[in-house]
């Protein structure tokens, strides 16, 4: 069963989007405040978050920052009721709810990140082709954030292989941040196709 998380403040709002989403066969978890996001991702596997705009913008800043990170993790939508149509921005709800579909239900727990260094060529083709020469900045057993300056596209897939080893892993572009902001690394968030184990990498070769 997809299970989507929606966090709106208004009762009406949460009431429409799940019924909208049953009719389509998605099970929902509802929550009326962004401060209850992290903890109900540790309790409950889900395999998505639909975040009502207007309650996203009179959330308090702790509550956007404590929110980020786990929403890096999953396929992550902001949504506004129109004459109680959902509407989600830069896509469509069908194509959301797709994403959704193909991501496996999952709790945070297994999304823990760990500082590691590790050298990797970075590519948009299985074939390698004018792949960039990077580092990861963090891992975890579901993905990883890789440095980068280049432009990419949330969804993108991308293929990773790290030196001195014969691992090669596919993934998507889950977070972008372009670079020019000096406010963080340049750099692209990526959820792999499949769980691994980041300490297999850990070898003389491999680290910086």
């Known amino acids: 069963m997809t299970t989507i998380l929606v966090v709106a403040r208004s009762e009406e709002t949460r009431n429409v989007v799940a019924l909208s989403l ?4 998605v099970d ?19 395999c998505g978050i639909l975040l009502d705009l207007p309650t996203l913008v009179l959330a308090s800043r702790v509550d956007k920052q ?6 890096e993790f999953y396929p992550f939508a902001k949504f506004k009721l129109v004459n109680g149509e959902i509407r989600v921005l830069s896509r469509t709800i069908d194509g959301f709810i797709c994403e959704c579909q193909q991501f496996k239900p999952r709790t945070t727990r297994q999304f823990a990140r760990k500082e590691r ?6 590519s ?13 900045l963090n891992v975890s057993s579901c993905g990883c954030f890789v440095f980068s300056v280049r432009e990419w596209d949330l969804g993108n897939h991308i293929w990773l292989k790290f030196p001195g080893n014969s691992t090669v892993k596919r993934g998507a572009v889950c977070t972008w941040h372009p670079w020019g902001n000096n406010r963080v690394l340049p ?9 691994w184990d980041p300490a297999s990498l850990e070898h003389p070769s491999d680290l910086l």
């Open 28 to 46: 929902t978890i509802l929550l009326d405040t962004l401060s209850e996001l992290p903890h109900a991702l540790l309790q409950t596997p889900v």
């Open 124 to 136: 948009g083709s299985g074939d390698f082709d004018a792949a960039e020469k990077t580092v990861t």
């Open 66 to 71: 404590a929110a980020q990170e786990p929403c």
């Open 22 to 25: 049953k009719s389509m066969g």
């Open 187 to 195: 750099g692209i968030g990526i959820m792999l196709d499949e769980m």
């Open 117 to 122: 260094v590790l050298s990797v060529l970075l």
